[in-house]
Nanobody, 119 residues
Framework: QVQLVESGGGLVQAGGSLRLSCAAS????????MGWYRQAPGKQRELVAG???????HYPDSVKGRFTISRDNAKNTVFLQMNSLKAEDTGVYYC?????????????WGQGTQVTVSS
């Protein structure tokens, strides 16, 4: 089991930057599948950044070059650096982790943090 708590959201002007943090309740050193989703009003939740198999990273075209995911295992924290923010980046951002427990993969989600980009 792992609890995830996001922070760092807020209101920012278009073109600005924010850094989101996802603090985990346990060690994340052995968890490769972690990342960030977002959900805008009226839209489905979408992946915006993630660590994938082989510890590679993935970004959709909509954020590529602007968002960077990173982690600090010593602090049990995953970060999302967001630069050159656009109005369409507005939404609730959720941290997730996929954990293998007794040969079963289980997904965990944080409560989300609101990001609002004004133009």
């Amino acid at each position: 089991q792992v609890q995830l708590v996001e922070s760092g959201g807020g209101l920012v002007q278009a073109g600005g930057s924010l850094r989101l943090s996802c603090a985990a309740s346990r060690s994340i050193a052995g968890i490769n599948d972690m990342g960030w989703y977002r959900q805008a009003p009226g839209k489905q939740r979408e992946l915006v950044a993630g660590f994938t198999s082989g510890s590679s990273t993935h970004y959709p075209d909509s954020v590529k070059g602007r968002f960077t995911i990173s982690r600090d295992n010593a602090k049990n924290t995953v970060f999302l650096q967001m630069n050159s923010l656009k109005a369409e980046d507005t939404g609730v951002y959720y941290c997730y982790a996929r954990v293998l427990t007794s040969f079963t993969l289980k997904d965990y989600w944080g409560q989300g943090t609101q990001v609002t980009v004004s133009s």
